[in-house]
């Protein structure tokens, strides 16, 4: 059989992430890693004491006596004092006259080495004068403690009515643990001044034209004044959204005021200290259901840790409500979010940015629904799934016309042999004994857009050379997901050359502005498309030149595998580029996207947020020492669909990544605060993130590879950063089962999450087991 000849590197084609050697062999180039020119200098922070208090007095002689030392900034050398990034006014870089969370930076040294300056941040003597704290979100709300921002509520039907027509409810109660973003590489920004009022910084950062604005606010010059550029990222997760701007501007600060480089590198303790986390949440619902399990009303409320400022709680917790439902239609439903203030530091974006704090709850509400009727939770779940019209309208009254869940589930269910592993499980735990088993499988429904709207567009850049080599630059970041290479995937598949042709430059607000941030797993999506939309304004100039060159039509123009077909003649890519070059034709084109038909009225609780939704399920069986709650994960199955994917190795790869993440947050990793509202898990010795050898003994991964996008998306492709990330609820859900087993399965284990060997005993015990 003749085969066609083809690009190598194009669209749907499993591709090697474009640094993936440079990542093992450790030449990846970081900002850490940038040649320091002579004469830097380097910051550190000093952090609060106390966990919300009045700065009485601060000396700070014996550190600016320090050696090396050659500035200290307090909040008073601040032009403007505030990097909120919704604008509140409540984020201050240094805090002034008071502190709001334990770890909170009061000021800043700058120093010769960086050695000096972290050792100088010790020696000052501040006095305070200690108000009352809270760090629990069921505390703050006890307290009387404010929201950080306003509330929403989503309400479809009249719930109160349906609620008591039910014949069956039950309420419940389930707090919802956060996260530490544990990026291999930490905050690390690093600035060069430049002339008048320029300045240039090096930022780990998802959102560069934040920080653009951030410095350019910080420093009271216009935007255009600040460059920031990123070229990757060790690892970012949402905690480098809004989150790197304090310390871009501490040093773009620094820089412009002696003229000289500055780095900034917090420890890892000290990062992990003063950054955001992954908001912990306690969730409260009342579910009325009929005897087959069918949901008919849910009333639920959702409260989060926020922290001392809004920063991005306002969207992470609306987040939340848009995915309480799941996969799962509610007749009548009310769902309201609490932002609580709390004194910790200002919790923010994590992958999945509540979503899977919301969607958790839709998931327990189906688990105890099967334990009150005694069936198989996949049974509810199925009773339950988003049908035809009727049963297709969300709680915030989007009509979902591309669900495909059932044909996701009905494939995996016999894929894992769900139903024989089951009855195999049941079996097990009849006999008794020590180690009791679990089995579930759960769902994902993810809706992909921005929330706000206006973030949902994106800018790319792109240059042919006139020796036919192809420049592309775009808004996207690249934090280890792939990005870089899906959308220079794309270009290349534009004009039909390799994908070595194609250079993947820095992401930088000198070449494409107004970027959004890499979140709300649109990277792919909307720079793509941008990409792509640049690539094709030079290839239609091309066409008219070569058509017009050559007196042809324009269809007769054809771009073939490294060639273009013009008439009957073929010549290669790089002749035609040298043609159009001598012949002036425009090589760059700026591209530009947004997505159509969205809209959100969040006064009315009502619209089209997402664009599409992409969708998943899992299967995960555990074993449970019920003696010491400790167990293992021995078998999961994952289905996900991205669409028509754009590069399945690159997928696969993030789902397995997200799955694995997602399990350390249910599972493992704890945050913890003392009554001092210190936060004690602040290191690798005391934060438990998944290692290698918790990684399930089979772990079976597959990409719905018949799924085709029905929006006109890149290339009819899927998001797939943050929706497999919910797909280990189902290793909560199987934990659940093998402790309910102790009790003959007659009720819910409402297993928190993170749900440690300690709390599984404990509902063990309670249960009473042993």
């Known amino acids: 059989m003749r085969m066609e000849p083809a690009i190598r590197g194009g669209v749907h084609m499993a591709q090697r992430h474009d640094s993936a050697h440079k990542h093992v062999t450790g030449e990846a180039e970081y900002t850490d890693d940038i040649v320091e020119p002579v004469g830097t200098l380097h910051a550190y922070l000093g952090l609060s004491e106390r966990a919300h208090a009045e700065i009485v007095a601060m000396d700070l002689e014996a550190v600016r006596a320090a050696p090396g030392v050659v500035d200290v900034f307090t909040a008073a050398d601040i032009p403007h004092n505030d990097v909120s990034p919704v604008g509140k006014n409540d984020d201050p870089v240094l805090a002034a006259g008071k502190v709001e969370f334990l770890g909170q930076p009061v000021f800043a040294v700058i120093a010769e080495t960086r050695d000096e300056a972290r050792r100088a941040t010790k020696l000052a003597k501040v006095e305070y004068r200690d108000l009352p704290h809270v760090t629990d979100v069921a505390e703050a709300i006890e307290a009387g403690y404010p929201f950080v921002t306003d509330p929403l509520k989503l309400e479809r039907g009249d719930v109160a009515a349906a609620m008591a027509a039910a014949p069956r409810r039950l309420k419940g109660r389930m707090r919802v643990g956060g996260q530490d973003h544990f990026y291999l590489e930490g905050h690390i920004a690093f600035a060069l001044p430049g002339e008048d009022d320029e300045v240039t910084v090096y930022s780990s950062t998802q959102h560069p034209s934040e920080v653009q604005h951030m410095v350019g606010h910080v420093l009271g010059v216009p935007s255009n004044a600040v460059t920031v550029i990123v070229r990757r990222m060790g690892g970012g997760f949402g905690g480098k959204e809004s989150q790197p701007s304090l310390f871009a501007a501490i040093v773009a600060l620094a820089a412009k005021k002696w003229g000289r480089a500055v780095k900034i590198r917090p420890d890892r303790d000290d990062d992990m200290t003063a950054t955001g986390k992954r908001h912990d949440f306690l969730n409260e619902y009342e579910v009325g259901f009929d005897d087959e399990g069918r949901v008919l009303a849910v009333d639920a409320s959702f409260a989060a840790r926020c922290g001392f400022s809004a920063d991005l709680s306002g969207a992470v917790t609306d987040r939340a409500l848009f995915h309480a439902d799941n996969a799962y239609y509610y007749p009548a439903v009310r769902l309201v979010s609490k932002p609580m203030k709390t004194n910790t530091v200002s919790n923010t974006a994590f992958r999945g940015f509540g979503g899977p704090q919301g969607l958790i709850i839709g998931e327990r509400i189906m688990e105890e629904i099967a334990y009150a009727l005694g069936k198989d939770p996949l049974e509810v779940r199925r009773a339950n799934f988003y049908g035809g019209p009727g049963r297709d309208v969300t709680p915030y009254h989007q009509t979902v016309t591309d669900s495909i869940i059932d044909k996701v589930v009905d494939e995996l269910v016999a894929s894992s042999d769900y139903a024989a592993r089951r009855r195999a499980v049941l079996d097990w735990n009849a006999k008794g004994g020590v180690i009791r088993k679990g089995i579930a499988l759960s769902t994902v429904k993810f809706g992909i857009s921005f929330t706000a709207t206006w973030y949902n567009q994106a800018g790319a850049l792109v240059h042919v050379y006139n020796d036919g080599s192809i420049h592309l630059n775009h808004g996207g970041t690249e934090m280890g997901q792939g990005l870089n290479t899906k959308v220079a995937q794309v270009v290349a598949d534009v004009f039909q050359v390799d994908l070595d042709r194609v250079k993947i430059t820095a992401t930088t607000t000198a070449k494409v502005p107004n970027t959004s941030a890499t979140a709300a797993s649109s990277g792919s999506d909307l720079n793509g498309m941008a990409a792509q939309n640049a690539a094709e304004q030079i290839k239609d100039r091309l066409v008219d030149f070569a058509a017009e060159q050559h007196s042809v039509e324009k269809d007769q123009v054809v771009f073939e595998p490294n060639m273009i077909r013009i008439g009957n003649r073929r010549v290669s890519f790089d002749e035609l580029i040298r043609e159009a070059y001598l012949g002036r034709v425009h090589l760059s084109a700026a591209g530009f996207y947004k997505t159509p038909d969205i809209h959100w009225d969040r006064a009315a609780g009502k619209g ?163």
């Open 608 to 770: 089209r947020p997402f664009y599409y939704y992409a969708y998943g399920a899992a299967v995960s069986e555990v074993s449970v020492d019920t003696l010491t709650g400790e167990y293992v994960v021995d078998r999961v199955d994952v289905l996900h669909d991205v669409g028509r994917s754009l590069n399945p190795a690159v997928d696969k790869g993030q789902v397995e990544g997200a799955f694995i993440q997602g399990m350390g947050w249910l599972t493992t990793e704890e945050l913890w605060w003392d009554d001092k509202g210190r936060l004690r898990t602040h290191a690798p010795s005391t934060y438990k993130i998944p290692l290698a050898s918790d990684r399930p003994a089979i772990f079976n991964v597959k990409l719905a590879d018949w799924s085709v996008n029905r929006e006109a998306t890149i290339r009819r492709s899927k998001a797939v950063g943050e929706p497999p990330f919910m797909l280990p609820i189902s290793v909560l859900e199987a934990l659940s089962m093998a402790v309910a087993s102790v009790a003959d399965y007659r009720e819910c284990p409402r297993l928190d999450a993170p749900a440690t060997p300690e709390r599984v005993l404990a509902a063990i015990t309670r249960l009473g087991g042993w």
